[in-house]
């Protein structure tokens, strides 16, 4: 255990009454309709969102396991960063003002706006589904190792009454406000994060006399980190949290992963489902050159946090350490400033486990409910009201599957995870959206085709790769990142799709289609209708 367990209780108790105080009063006066459940009335500034984006985005991988990756991996653990961080670009520039102009609610409302509705709304809700689960897995699993180091925690079953009661929190979260509280929650974790991860910077920074190479010159040579460079074989590391560690014997590996963090992101459906949240095309373009910003400070604060729980804690206590890489920033902050600082850190690291997973939750509800019980089931005849009480019981299966999802995961590093989410994202999501939106000739079994060409050959061949074990005995792929392979099958599959389909592209659609992405004409009108 490090620091005081009591008070480390009573810092995750104040963030959590806090933040739920604010969930209660903002969403106190909000409309029962389905647009203020999922978009929280679209009534959000760029500025908002864009804090709420850098909330939602701004894991628990990035600030434990990118902090930790850099602590033992150097300049290695930064490359997880700059994958993070790049992927913001095409985003903004490709994906965040058509998908805001097309869409009401979800993904799956661009994918099927001049496609047959049914069939592709389904396979989308699954691919969502899909995604936010495997993102799950990785947030229940940090909640699990944090608490496990902060209230020396080492009993199993206590780790998994921990995850439960995230879990249940989670559920409250987005029951009482939606998306307008779980984005208030976002854009508050997000401010403390930063504030935070700037205080933690400043503080070390000062030590070394605000001079980064002599920060540089500490880590190195600390004698704390003897035990832990003897004994790492990088292979190993590769596998477990740095990839890129492994570039030298393993490019693919290295080069595939790379694709996952800069694509995966434009088709995380939590994140994409963001853009819904703004009146405008306009702010939502604003919401994301605010995530850029805010995301790319933030990594600079953690190049900094890295190599300083390098310098000033040492490679050996932090392997040594419950969450081992993922300890590092925790560890970091009780060097600098004690017990105080370490709990505020560590409830600042549990909100954002919190706001992270609460996003997820109401992402995957909304597309269940909006995607599938409204769009395939009811065939867009559902009541208003009926399909919100879906997506409010829809989120509480999400969260008790997620509970147990977390248990099965816990001690599994959260950064490793966080990258196979992308890889499915980038895989089934992005190939279609992107062909859906600037292909005239792309159609309803490409996009079909697509979808589950991504989803099915990405999850299978995670299945059959060292990325489950490294003595996998049915790992028959070689590579740990299957998005090599998976995203050109994707590709390939919506372009022979559509060119054997017999059903032309509807005509009329899609030159509305065009006409909204690009300009937004007819877009405020949908999202209020």
């Known amino acids: 255990m490090v620091g005081n367990s009591l008070l480390n209780i009573a810092i995750f108790g104040i963030f959590v009454i806090v933040t739920l105080g604010v969930v209660i009063g903002v969403t106190r006066n909000s409309e029962k309709k389905a647009g203020s459940f999922y978009t929280g009335g679209a009534s959000f500034s760029g500025r ?22 850099i602590a033992i991996y150097g300049y290695d653990g930064l490359l997880y960063a700059l994958g993070f961080f790049v992927a913001w670009l095409i985003a903004l520039y490709l994906v965040a003002e058509p998908l805001r102009n097309t869409g009401q609610y979800t993904m799956a409302d661009v994918l099927s706006f001049r496609m047959n509705q049914r069939p592709v ?14 993102y799950l897995l990785a947030q229940m699993a940090g909640a699990g190792g944090l608490v496990a180091l902060l209230l020396g925690v080492t009993d199993t079953t206590q780790q998994s009454l921990v995850i439960a009661v995230v879990g249940v929190i989670m559920i409250a979260y987005v029951l009482i406000g939606g998306m307008k509280g779980t984005t208030w929650v976002q854009m508050i974790k997000a401010t403390l994060l930063i504030v935070g991860a700037a205080f933690m910077t400043f503080m070390v920074m000062a030590k070394f006399g605000f001079n980064f190479n002599a920060l540089l010159n500490a880590a190195v040579s600390n004698p704390g980190n003897a035990d832990t460079v003897a004994a790492m074989k990088w292979e190993d590391a590769a596998r477990i949290l740095s990839p890129m560690a492994h570039y030298g014997s393993d490019p693919l590996s290295f080069i595939s992963l790379s694709i996952a963090l800069v694509l995966g992101t434009s088709g995380l459906p939590h994140v994409l489902m963001r853009f819904y949240t703004v009146p405008t095309a306009k702010e939502a373009r604003r919401s994301a050159v605010w995530a850029i910003a805010l995301i790319g400070l933030f990594y600079l604060f953690s190049l900094v946090l890295g190599f300083g729980a390098t310098a000033l804690v040492g490679m050996d206590e932090i392997m040594a350490a419950p969450g081992k890489a993922n300890s590092a920033a925790p560890l ?20 954002t486990i919190l706001a992270v997973v609460a996003g997820l939750t109401i992402t995957a509800s909304a597309s269940f409910a909006h995607d599938f019980y409204n769009s395939v089931l009811k065939k867009g005849k559902a009541d208003p009201a009926q399909e919100v009480k879906v997506a409010r019981i829809t989120a509480v299966v999400i969260g008790f599957v997620a509970i147990g999802g977390g248990i099965l995961a816990n001690g599994q590093n959260i950064a490793f995870l966080i990258s196979l989410a992308f890889a499915v994202a980038a895989s089934s999501n992005l190939p279609s959206i992107l062909m859906t ?6 159609n309803t079994r490409g996009s079909i085709w697509s979808i589950y060409a991504g989803l099915v050959s990405s999850t299978v061949l995670i299945i059959f790769s060292p990325a489950i074990a490294k003595d996998n005995p049915l790992a028959w792929f070689p590579l740990t990142n299957p998005t090599i392979v998976a995203l050109p099958l994707a590709i390939i599959a919506g372009v022979v799709g559509t060119v054997t389909s017999k059903q032309p592209a509807d005509a009329d659609l899609q030159a509305e289609m065009e006409v909204r992405s690009m300009t937004g004409a007819g877009a405020a009108e949908a999202i209020a209708h």
């Open 48 to 69: 908002q969102n864009g804090l709420a984006i850098t909330g939602d985005y701004l894991s628990a991988a990035s600030f434990l396991g990118v902090t930790g990756a």
């Open 121 to 134: 709304r389904t396979a989308a809700a699954l691919s969502t589904l899909m995604v936010s689960f495997l």
């Open 437 to 442: 939106v600037y292909w005239k000739r792309f």
């Open 332 to 351: 970091l902050a009780y060097a600098l400033g004690g017990e105080l600082l370490l709990g505020v850190i560590s409830g600042i690291a549990f909100a």
